[in-house]
């Protein structure tokens, strides 16, 4: 069955960074795009970033362009996001999912998320 396992969450200082992980399994990795979306305490699945299935296209929200870098990894069934400039508006549970969630990003199936809190 399709599995996403996210990592590397954690408490961080404003402005500093974190790399998340996403291991995936159970699917052909290499045929699907991918993404990140993030939930805030008591609000909704809000799209982070999508890449491709080869990583030639890569897309950000606005609130993170610039500072967030999405990547994949074929050969190890692996997504990433780099995230530097980390302010207390990305505290929240950053899911990785299957697709492109840049217009739904509720829907598509995830795992079950790393918390990101970022606080002095």
């Known amino acids: 069955q399709v599995q996403l396992v996210e990592s590397g969450g954690g408490l961080v200082q404003p402005g500093g960074s974190l790399r998340l992980s996403c291991a995936a399994s159970?699917?052909?990795?290499?045929?699907?795009?991918l993404s990140w979306v993030r939930q805030a305490p008591g609000k909704g699945f809000e799209w982070v970033s999508s890449i491709d299935y080869n990583g030639g296209r890569t897309r950000y929200a606005d609130s993170v362009k610039g500072r967030f870098a999405i990547s994949r990894d074929n050969a190890k069934n692996m997504l990433y996001l780099q995230m530097n400039s980390l302010g207390p508006e990305d505290t929240a549970v950053y899911h990785c999912a299957k697709g492109w969630a840049q217009t739904s990003p509720s829907s598509h199936f995830r795992g079950q998320g790393t918390q990101v809190t970022v606080s002095s």
């Open positions: 159970g699917f052909i990795f290499s045929s699907h795009a």
